[in-house]
């Protein structure tokens, strides 16, 4: 890890500006920095603060790119992303330390990250070559009728920082595998990454002004994006309450939206034969990213006959979570982005005091040596939580856990279905009839069967009630969204 150290040291303190119409733009005098969340005190890097004007000029350039792109055949759009994936894997090694330096996670996640991210864009340069059609009989002799998809133009990106590669890879390629442009808006927190992406799609031979990034906060900088009228469809990812907010000004304009909001996930423990098989898979999924992700599993829903065994191999899982900086040796869990997620954390530990759960295991922050300059949280673990209490309820997005009790399959499956999110949800049983009840019963855009909230590259990811809204993302379904219909009618 001391690599990493010393690669660190002689990359930070940049300045970077907009990346618009193929060449990189100059700061300019507004600016902002980030910090490193495991060294409070480590400034990496200054950015740009952008505004209305920036936007425009990134939106002008995007448009008048995709008229041509659009022209593009579809192999060879995709051949194009074929080699940004390449030099994905190519600069692994730059791109997860980057990662890893702005976001937190440890080096194993990051690097887990890119290695997904190259995954996703190899799908969607596949995609290119799939752009679905129908030729449909006519009601007229002599004719046939046909539809095609056309791409819908300009696609306004908003990336959150738990994922700053993957998640903006997971709107561009599917928007240039289909004929779109995009303009991507990163986290303010975490652009250092997009920063590094717009150089691999570059390098890869998007042509200019096809894929631009425009630095700078969602009030200033995405509020344009979402208001522009040559912005023809928003893809966002993020919390609830901001999607609805986009969802909202964007529907006043007509403008298609791809939301992917927040999760209150339960993993429904029902029988199993090994109590740390289940554990392991429950750890992973809560764990990973510090707790800091959508999918994360953050209820256990266990039959009372089951509680006690479950909660133990839990909490010996748990400590084996080592928590540190990226570059600590045996690191397995990083910290959380910022101090006031911190402290956003630590308020929803307080409340499920309060509200009579039992603490278990973790529970407090790490304050210790130089712990201190960073935003830790130990994994924490509350036993006897009351289905209708906060903690069972709100989401967190940070390592909390907490088991609820229940008294049958029913109430089960009820708790499970009680949160207003509906995104990812896991079910352990041997039954295969109770595993497909729950697949149906539940209300949410994803069920995982006997594993944690682990989505594939192929597959569409999203969900229901306050966890999504429009086409789901990652898979074909993806075309739903960067795509429209078009009706042609022939008669000889």
Not at 217 to 242: K, M, N, Q, W, Y
């Amino acid at each position: 890890m001391s690599d990493m150290l010393s690669w660190l040291a002689g990359a930070v303190g940049g300045t970077y500006g907009n990346f618009i119409g193929g060449e990189w733009k100059p700061a300019g005098d507004k600016t902002s920095q980030i910090f490193n969340p495991a060294d409070r005190d480590q400034s990496l890097g200054r950015f740009s603060d952008s505004g209305a004007a920036e936007v425009d000029e990134a939106v002008v350039a995007a448009h008048k790119a995709w008229l041509s792109w659009r022209q593009v055949p579809g192999p060879d759009r995709g051949a194009i992303l074929f080699r940004a994936a390449d030099l994905l894997e190519q600069r692994i090694d730059e791109l997860a330390f980057i990662l890893a330096a702005e976001q937190g996670k440890v080096l194993a996640e990051a690097r887990g990250e890119v290695g997904r991210a190259a995954k996703e864009l190899r799908f969607s340069a596949g995609e290119a070559s799939r752009i679905d059609g129908d030729v449909l009989p006519s009601e007229k002799r002599n004719g046939f009728a046909m539809t095609l998809r056309e791409p819908i133009g300009v696609v306004a990106a908003i990336g959150p920082w738990n994922f700053p590669v993957v998640t903006p890879v997971r709107k561009i390629g599917p928007a240039l595998a289909f004929g779109c442009s995009v303009v991507l808006k990163s986290s303010n927190l975490t652009p250092w990454s997009a920063v590094k992406l717009m150089d691999v799609f570059r390098d890869a031979g998007v042509p200019a002004g096809v894929v631009s990034l425009v630095l700078g906060s969602g009030r200033a900088v995405g509020e344009a994006l979402i208001r522009h009228p040559l912005v023809r469809g928003v893809s966002f990812t993020g919390s609830t309450g901001t999607g609805v907010a986009i969802n909202a000004e964007a529907g006043r304009r007509l403008v298609r939206t791809q939301l992917e909001l927040g999760g209150k996930n339960p993993a429904v423990v029902l029988d199993y034969d090994n109590a740390a098989t289940i554990a392991r898979q429950i750890s992973g999924a809560a764990f990973a990213c510090s707790g800091q992700r959508c999918t994360a599993l953050s209820r256990i829903v266990v039959l009372e006959k089951n509680a006690r065994e479950i909660t133990e191999a839990l909490e010996a899982e748990m400590a084996a979570i080592r928590v540190g900086p990226a570059w600590q040796a045996g690191a397995t869990m990083g910290p959380l982005i910022t101090a006031q997620h911190k402290a956003s954390v630590m308020g929803h530990i307080a409340n499920a005091r309060e509200d009579g759960a039992t603490l278990a295991l973790g529970g407090t922050s790490m304050e210790d040596g130089d712990f201190a300059r960073g935003h830790f949280v130990v994994p924490t673990l509350f036993t006897g939580v009351a289905k209708t209490s906060r903690l069972a309820l709100e989401e967190v997005f940070g390592p909390v856990l907490a088991v609820i009790p229940v008294g049958s399959i029913d109430e089960a499956i009820e708790v499970a279905n009680s949160v207003e999110y509906g995104l990812a949800a896991s079910v352990y049983t041997n039954d295969v009839n109770l595993s497909l009840r729950f697949a149906r019963e539940s209300q949410s855009g994803m069920v995982h069967v006997n594993h944690g909230t682990a989505s594939e590259a192929h597959m569409p990811f999203g969900g229901v009630k306050a966890s999504g809204f429009g086409a789901y993302s990652i898979g074909h379904s993806n075309q739903e969204f960067f795509t429209t219909v078009k009706a042609v009618y022939f008669q000889s």
